[in-house]
T-cell receptor, first 114, second 115 residues
């Protein structure tokens, strides 16, 4: 089983719709979960992080975490063409004083059609 | 707000040459990470430093070495370059304190092309 698996893309949604991006992870020691957006040829941009079970909302973005199911998702409401990018899920162990790598999923390519 | 700075942004080298990539973290960030991203691939972790000490190591070739200096900037040294080293190299930084969420912020990357 891969450490991080994301729903295979590409995902195409019409402008204004809700885009749903899913991620499962195998490391039960993961404490924090990050969602990055990456435009082609650019660096990953942190858009959300969550560390408690439940939902976390930030503007049009909602992250949902279920540690028992080892599942984290990202919902993008009112999708815009500018949201078209690859979305990377990255669990993180987190430890005081010593920091750990991010292990990324393969990413989901999202295309929002005008 | 200040971001992670990487230099150079683009680098072209020939096989068997050496390259040095530099990373300046966000002010007050004490942890630096290096990632390599090949074409069509997700970023792969290479190595990280916390308070100038190596804190974690990933799939970094023996031909590569890195260090973090007293001002927290980091350098990735790559020797005997191979064609397969052509990739985007990202540096990220975070604040590594207990209780932190450890968010990593990425620099713009260095595009290395080996010919």
């Amino acid at each position: 089983q891969k450490e991080v698996e994301q729903n295979s893309g590409p995902l195409s949604v019409p402008e204004g719709a809700i885009a749903s991006l899913n991620c499962t992870y195998s490391d039960r020691g993961s404490q924090s979960f990050f969602w990055y957006r990456q435009y082609s040829g650019k660096s990953p941009e942190l858009i959300m992080f969550i560390y408690s079970n439940g939902d976390k909302e930030d503007g049009r973005f909602t992250a949902q975490l279920n540690k028992a199911s080892q599942y984290v998702s990202l919902l993008i409401r009112d999708s815009q063409p500018s949201d078209s990018a690859t979305y990377l899920c990255a669990p993180h162990r987190g430890s005081g004083g010593s920091n750990y790598k991010l292990t990324f999923g393969k990413g989901t390519l999202l295309t929002v059609n005008p | 707000a200040a971001g992670v700075i990487q230099s150079p942004r683009h680098l072209i080298k020939e096989k068997r040459e050496t390259a040095t990539l530099k990373c300046y973290p966000i002010p007050r960030h004490d942890t630096v990470y290096w990632y390599q991203q090949g074409p069509g691939q997700d970023p792969q972790f290479l190595i990280s430093f916390y308070e100038k000490m190596q804190s974690d190591k990933g799939s970094i070739p023996d031909r590569f070495s890195a260090q973090q200096f007293s001002d927290y900037h980091s350098e990735l040294n790559m020797s005997s370059l191979e064609l397969g080293d052509s990739a985007l190299y990202f540096c990220a930084s975070s604040l590594g304190l207990a209780g932190s969420s450890y968010e990593q912020y990425f620099g713009p990357g260095t595009r290395l092309t080996v010919t």
